[in-house]
C-alpha cells in the first residue's frame, strides 16, 4: 500500500524526561491539525527531529524515544548538538530566515554552517530513503529543509515529491546575494510541486528560477530536465472551528473563569470606553515589535484622549533566545515596554500590559475573545495565523483586525484594516479608526473575513496542496511514456549489436553538449571524442554529426577527425574530409535581415548575433528572461512579414532565433543519408525544433530519441546530454 510521508524539521510531538520518566504529548499546532488525517491515514508516517539531542539521550532512553516515537507513527532524525548549532540556530535561522525576510543585514554566509545544512538534509534524506518506496508521497515542509526534495528525487525518481515553504519566498535581487543560490534552487526543484503562501512568493521563486538557473517557465511550469515541476500558491488555514467553539464556550456564562480572564475583566468593567489592542507574536524580528511599540506610544500622543481608555495587551512569545540578535530584540522591547509605561502610567492606567511566556490555549482565548481591536503589523511575515485565529473566535463578529500589508494574511484579508508597518500615520489613523468604528461595520467585516477562513481551513489547505500534487502524477505519466528506460536501453544495444549496417545521426548542442553562454565555448571535449573515436572505429557504423553549426567551427574542432559531419542545418556535407554542397542557397536577403537583427542587440542587453555562412542567428541566453520574451514576440511580429517573401524560415531554438533558407533543413539532409546504404540499424538523437524534422524524415524502425522533456515526435526522450553519452559508450 503506498504511503504518504510528511518531513518537517520538528515531529508534532513534545517530548519531555523528568527523573528519567519520558512523556510524550502530541503538539497542537497548525500545521499538526491539518495533516492529522493525512498522517492518520493507511501507513502514514511523519519523519522529524524529536527536539532532544544526541547528547541529551543516553542508550536506553534513546531506544525508548525511539519506541515511543514509532507508537506515534512517526520517525525521528537523530541530530547531535553540532548539528542544532550549525544546522538550526546557524544556517536555519542566521541565514535563510533573514534572508528570506528582507533583513541582509542580519544574515550570515558561514561555509560551516552551510556545510551543516547540507550534511543534516543529507540525515533527513536518509531517514526517508530508510521507508519509501516506489509509489509514495512525500510532501516536505520549510526552509530547515530545502535540499531535501533532490536528495530523495536523485534515489527514488518514482516517488512524488512535495515542498511547502512557511516563509515568504524573497524577491530575485534579495534571493541573488545568497552564495549558495543554485544548490538551493535545485534542491527544491527536486520535487515535483511546489506550494507557497501568497502568489507574489510564487512569483518571486519563478524569477529566480528563470534569471539564475535560466531554466523555462511556461506560466506556473517549470522545464527541468526531463520532468515538469509545477508552482502554486496554497494560503494556510486554521483548525477554524477549534477557535470558534473555544470562544463560544469562553463566552458561556457557566464556564469558569480563568485567573487570566478576571484580570481583563477588571478593566472591561472600568466602562464602555475601555478597550483592548491586542498582539500576539513570537518574539521575531520579522515581527515588528520595536516598531509597533513607537507606533503605540506615537498613537497616544497624536490622540491623547485615549490614554487611560485603551490597553495594549502584547503576548510575546520566548523563540530562539540562543540568537543573538533575537537577545537584542528582548532587551529593546523590555526597555521600550518600560520606557512608554513610565512615561504614559497613571495611578489607575498602564498602557501596555506585557507578558513574555507562552500561555495555555485556554488563556489565548482569553486574549482574542476579551480583545477589542488585534493589531498585527509584522514587518514581514509568511503568512501570519494568529491574525486568522483572532477573526475565528469572533462568535459576535464584532472586533478590528488591523493587519500588516507585509503579512502574507493580508492578500486573503481585505476586510481588515491593512496598514503599512512603517507608518506611524497609519497606525494612528487605522486605531482610531478601529476603536470608532460602528458595530455594524465591524459585523460585516468580520463576516465576510469568517467566511473565508471558515471554508478555507487547514485540512481543506492540506487536502488542496495534496490534489494538486497527485494531478502532477498524471501530467507525469504523459511525459514519462516516452522515457527511455533500462530495459528500453538494454534493447537498443542488444539491436545495434546484432545490425550489420548501421546509421547514427546525431546533433550537437544540447545533445552531446550542454549549452554554454558562448557558442563558441561549448568545443568537444576529450570524453565525447574519446566515444566519437570509438564509434568512428567501428566499420559497420556511418557515424555523422548533424548541426546548425557553420561548417567554419566543425571543421575547425575536427579538423583532424574522420566523422561525417553535416552543418548549417544540411547545407554542407563533408564526407572523407570533402566538403560538399548538398543545396544550393541565396544569401541576399543576410543584408536586409542583419539591420533588424542589430537594432534588437541594441536595445537587448547580453544579446548578440551570430553570422554563419547561410543563416543569422539571435542568441538571448545570457539577456534577462522577461525582456527576451517580450522582444522574441516582437521580433518574431517583424521577421514574419518578411520571410514569406523572401523564401526564409524563422527557427525558435533553444534560447535563440535563427533565419534561414526554407528549403534546407536536417531532415532534407538526412533523407540523403538514409537512402545511401542499406542500413538495418538507424539511430537519431537530437534536442530541438530543428531535430524534429530529422525524426519525422525517419524510416519507421528507425530508433529517435529527444532530450529533454518538451513536446517531440521521437520515440523515446533522454534526461540530458550526460545521458547520451552513458548511451552511446554502451555502444562502443
Ligand atoms: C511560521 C511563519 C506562517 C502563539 N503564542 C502562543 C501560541 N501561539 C500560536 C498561535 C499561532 C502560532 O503560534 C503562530 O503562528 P504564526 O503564523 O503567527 O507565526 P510563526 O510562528 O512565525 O509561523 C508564518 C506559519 O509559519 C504557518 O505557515 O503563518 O508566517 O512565520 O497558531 O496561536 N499558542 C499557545 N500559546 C501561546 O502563547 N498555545
Redesign the pocket.
Known amino acids: 500500500m503506498n504511503k504518504t510521508i510528511i518531513v518537517s524539521n520538528r515531529l508534532p510531538l513534545q517530548i519531555s524526561i523528568q527523573d528519567n520518566q519520558l512523556e510524550v504529548t502530541p503538539s ?4 499538526a491539525t491539518g495533516m492529522k488525517s493525512v498522517h492518520a491515514e493507511g501507513n502514514g508516517l511523519w519523519v522529524g527531529w524529536s527536539g532532544i539531542t544526541d547528547e541529551d539521550l543516553n542508550e536506553t532512553m534513546a531506544a525508548q524515544v525511539d519506541l515511543k516515537i514509532k507508537q506515534a507513527k512517526c520517525s525521528a532524525v537523530r541530530l547531535n548538538e553540532a548539528d542544532v548549532a550549525d544546522f538550526y540556530l546557524g544556517f536555519s535561522n542566521r541565514t535563510l530566515w533573514p534572508l528570506f525576510h528582507y533583513f541582509t543585514e542580519y544574515t550570515e554566509f558561514k561555509d560551516k554552517h552551510w556545510e551543516a545544512y547540507k550534511r543534516v538534509n543529507q540525515k533527513f534524506a536518509d531517514a526517508v530513503l530508510d521507508t519509501i518506496e516506489d509509489g509514495d508521497t512525500v510532501w516536505v515542509h520549510d526552509y530547515q529543509l530545502l535540499l531535501l526534495p533532490a536528495l530523495i528525487k536523485e534515489k527514488k525518481p518514482e516517488v512524488t515529491i512535495g515542498f511547502f515553504l ?2 515568504p519566498f524573497p524577491s530575485y535581487e534579495i534571493f541573488r546575494t545568497f552564495p549558495w543560490r543554485e544548490e538551493v534552487l535545485a534542491g527544491m526543484l527536486g520535487s515535483d510541486l511546489l506550494g507557497f ?1 501568497t502568489y507574489d512568493y510564487e512569483r518571486h521563486f519563478l524569477s529566480s528560477v528563470k534569471r539564475i538557473l535560466r531554466l523555462d517557465v511556461n506560466f506556473n511550469e517549470i522545464s527541468y530536465y526531463d520532468r515538469i515541476v509545477k508552482v502554486d500558491s496554497f494560503p ?1 488555514g ?1 483548525d477554524y472551528d477549534k477557535f470558534y467553539n473555544s470562544a463560544l464556550d469562553h463566552n458561556n456564562a457557566d464556564t469558569e473563569k480563568s485567573d487570566l480572564q478576571k484580570r481583563l475583566d477588571t478593566h472591561i468593567e472600568e466602562g464602555d470606553d475601555k478597550k483592548f489592542i491586542l498582539t ?3 518574539l ?1 524580528y ?1 515581527k515588528g515589535i520595536p516598531n509597533r511599540l513607537r507606533a503605540y506610544e506615537h498613537f497616544l500622543t497624536t490622540y491623547p484622549e485615549y490614554q487611560e481608555k485603551v490597553r495594549l495587551v502584547m ?1 510575546a ?1 520566548p523563540s530562539r533566545s540562543e540568537v543573538p540578535q533575537y537577545r537584542k530584540l528582548k532587551r529593546e522591547t523590555d526597555e521600550l515596554v518600560g520606557r512608554i509605561n513610565g512615561a504614559f502610567s497613571t495611578v489607575s492606567w498602564t498602557p501596555i500590559w506585557y507578558f513574555y ?5 485556554e488563556n ?1 482565548i482569553d486574549l482574542y475573545t476579551s480583545s477589542d481591536v488585534a493589531l498585527i503589523t509584522p514587518v514581514r ?6 491574525a486568522k ?1 483572532y477573526v475565528a473566535t469572533r462568535t459576535r463578529q464584532d472586533g478590528v483586525l488591523i493587519l500588516s500589508e507585509m ?3 493580508s492578500k486573503e484579508m481585505n476586510e481588515a484594516l491593512l496598514i503599512n508597518p512603517n507608518s506611524f500615520e497609519d497606525f494612528a489613523t487605522a486605531l482610531d479608526r478601529a476603536l470608532t468604528m460602528p458595530l455594524e461595520e465591524q459585523q460585516s467585516r468580520m463576516k465576510i473575513l469568517q467566511k473565508r477562513l471558515k471554508r478555507y481551513t487547514v485540512e481543506k489547505w492540506a487536502e488542496e496542496f495534496l490534489k494538486s500534487l497527485e494531478a502532477t502524477n498524471q501530467m507525469k505519466e504523459i511525459f514519462v511514456s516516452k522515457k527511455l528506460r533500462t530495459n528500453d536501453i538494454d534493447g537498443i544495444v542488444s539491436q545495434y549489436k546484432k545490425a550489420k549496417k548501421r546509421l547514427v545521426l546525431l546533433d550537437y548542442d544540447g545533445t552531446l553538449v550542454g549549452f554554454k553562454n558562448n557558442p563558441q565555448d561549448a568545443k568537444p571535449d576529450a570524453a565525447l571524442l574519446k566515444i566519437l573515436d570509438a564509434l568512428e572505429g567501428q566499420e559497420i557504423t556511418s557515424l555523422n554529426l548533424i548541426s546548425g553549426r557553420d561548417r567554419g567551427t566543425f571543421e575547425k574542432w575536427f579538423a583532424k577527425k574522420p566523422y561525417n559531419l553535416i552543418t548549417d542545418h544540411g547545407v554542407w556535407e563533408r564526407e572523407k574530409q570533402q566538403w560538399n554542397a548538398l543545396e544550393i542557397v541565396k544569401t541576399e536577403w543576410m543584408a536586409n535581415i542583419k539591420p533588424i537583427l542589430e537594432s534588437f542587440v541594441d536595445r537587448t542587453p547580453g544579446t548578440f548575433i551570430e553570422t554563419k555562412e547561410y543563416s543569422l542567428a539571435w542568441h538571448y541566453r545570457t539577456a534577462d528572461p522577461e525582456l527576451a520574451q517580450i522582444r522574441t514576440i516582437e521580433l518574431n511580429t517583424v521577421l514574419t512579414s518578411m520571410v514569406s517573401n523572401n523564401n526564409l524560415s524563422i527557427l525558435k531554438g533553444n534560447k535563440v532565433i535563427e533565419i534561414k533558407s526554407s528549403n534546407v533543413n536536417k531532415g532534407r539532409a538526412a533523407n540523403h543519408l538514409f537512402v545511401k546504404n542499406d542500413f538495418d540499424f538507424i539511430l537519431i538523437i537530437g534536442d530541438d525544433w530543428t531535430d524534429e524534422d530529422m525524426f519525422e524524415a525517419a524510416p519507421d524502425t528507425a530508433i529517435t530519441i529527444k532530450v529533454g522533456h518538451s513536446k517531440t515526435i521521437a520515440k523515446y526522450k533522454i534526461k540530458a546530454p550526460e545521458q547520451v553519452r552513458a548511451l552511446l559508450a554502451k555502444l562502443v
Open positions: 497542537v499546532g497548525g500545521l512557511h516563509i503562501h494556510m486554521i500576539i507574536d513570537r521575531d520579522t503576548l512569545v511566556r507562552s500561555l495555555p490555549f489565548l511575515d509568511g503568512m501570519n495565523l494568529v485565529e503579512a502574507g494574511a
